[in-house]
């Protein structure tokens, strides 16, 4: 919601302020359709040539999660550590093969089922179950199970910031192709040379009309949402290591009410539940 508001903001007080000092909003209207085509047009093609299809298919696939709020609040971060807690105080109780087929399972696990929110995000139980089966093996100390998470936790940050350097080179890219709809409406100005004076002074507003709308699309509608998404890009790369931090402190020998604080310190501050919710919530979820 806050973002279309934005959005409404810019653009009202943008034309608001040109049509209340005597702007004609009829000359940008008219050549608004054309101007549009040219440098949208352009720019998407460009586009296109520029990045792979798995990444034009991220792009697609991640706009419309700009008009949505983030799911990373301090409930779902509660959530995902009393999981953590539960999952990791019957490893300590029963041992670690008592949770062998929770980690084979996880969505015929009653752990993970308890647990809706993050137990059925893929993503989530993916990461935190592959980790858990090295933990249950034994075959790798904290060390390299550490090396190898910041690996997984290095991809998913590219794969995640790829579709997003995409935007943010689409949103440079406007004001050269607002620039190239301008140069041609000058170039079919002084095709009409002769034309009456009004005429003329018409079809130079017309051409400038390319020039505003690329640098305006690209200053006030592309580039701020290609930085709302890497916001919500790096709320997702937290909860990753929200997790990495509380296995591991787990794998080092500290018991599950610890292993947790540790993974809530790492939380921005925004989400991070204190200490007393934190307990309350997994007491009260045993």
Known sequence: MIVIVGYVVAMGCIFGVYIFHGGNIGVILTALP???????????????????????????????????????????????????YDILQKARKEGLMAIEKDVESPHESEIFKKYATVGNDHHVVEFMTDYLRMMVSGNLNAHEIESLMDSEIDTHHQEAHAPIAAIARLAGALPAFGIVAAVLGVVNTMGSVGQPPAILGGMIASALVGTFLGILLAYGVVEPLGGLLEQKSEDAAKELQCIKTTLLASMQGYNPSTAIEFGRKVLFSTERPSFTELESHVRGKK
């Open 34 to 84: 054309f101007e549009l085509i040219t440098i949208f047009g352009g720019a998407l093609g460009a586009f296109a040539v520029n990045n792979q299809p798995k990444v034009l298919k991220a792009v697609i696939k991640l706009i419309p999660q700009a008009l949505q709020s983030s799911k990373y609040t301090k409930a779902r971060y509660m959530e995902l550590m009393a999981l953590l």
